[in-house]
């Protein structure tokens, strides 16, 4: 069992080139989310998806986009690299809201680094 | 937005002894989370405890949503137990707000 897997897993880059990371999860969960990891700001929420085609934005959502055609992918494309996108990226899913069924699971991280 | 607060920042403890790490959230929450943070960066699942008392092994927690806080305890701490531990809130939305974390160094 996979589970959750992101590609690649460091990635470095220039300002104003475009970056897709990947995300992958085996466990047909219906959400799916992507976090930033940044010293002095703990984790934050980019973007969410709550099944196929639905997505929203989350506390930090300038400067990407994200698309989810197939449960099981919800890849994140920086449009135009900045510096200030250099961070470590999470991935996680969750099966659905609701007590008792949201609990999140991450995946491994993916660290990008803007030159 | 819902405001999380955790404390101590930064723990230091020798083999052996016992921790416990606090959380502090500013409005009702459906869903709390604890997770450990290993050297290599993984978020470890710990803890699903929007209420209540759960054990697992050397660790439990604790959550008191009516007081708004949530405790981790680690019993006979071991140098692997080092990491950054994070607890993380959300208030029904699946948008988990982070505290800043706990950074715990257990030393041999």
């Known amino acids: 069992d996979a589970g959750i897997t992101q590609s690649p897993r460091y990635k470095i880059t220039e300002t104003g080139r475009q970056v897709t990371l990947m995300c992958h999860q085996t466990w047909s969960h219906s959400y799916m989310f992507w976090y930033r990891q940044d010293l002095g700001h703990g984790l934050r929420l980019i973007y969410y998806?709550?099944?196929?085609?639905?997505?929203d934005k989350g506390e930090v959502p300038d400067g990407y986009v994200v698309s989810r055609s197939k449960t099981e992918n919800f890849p994140l494309t920086l449009e135009s690299a900045t510096r200030s996108q250099t961070s470590v990226y999470f991935c996680?899913?969750?099966?659905?809201?609701?007590?008792?069924?949201?609990?999140?699971?991450f995946g491994p991280g993916t660290r990008l680094t803007v030159l | 937005g819902i405001q999380v607060e955790q404390s101590p920042p930064d723990l230091i403890l020798q083999e052996g002894a016992n921790s416990t790490l606090r959380c502090n959230f500013s409005d009702s929450v459906n869903n709390l989370q604890w997770f450990h943070q290993n050297p290599w960066g993984q978020l470890i699942n710990l803890f699903y405890i929007p209420s209540g008392t759960k054990q697992n092994g050397r660790l439990s927690a604790t959550t008191v949503a009516t007081e708004r806080y949530s405790l981790l305890y680690i019993s006979s701490s071991q140098t692997t137990d080092s990491g950054v531990y994070f607890c993380a809130v959300d208030r029904g939305a699946q948008k988990l707000v982070f505290g800043q974390g706990t950074r715990l160094t257990i030393n041999p």
């Open positions: 996680a899913s969750s099966v659905r809201a609701g007590v008792g069924s949201d609990e999140q699971f």
């Open positions: 998806s709550a099944a196929a085609d639905i997505t």
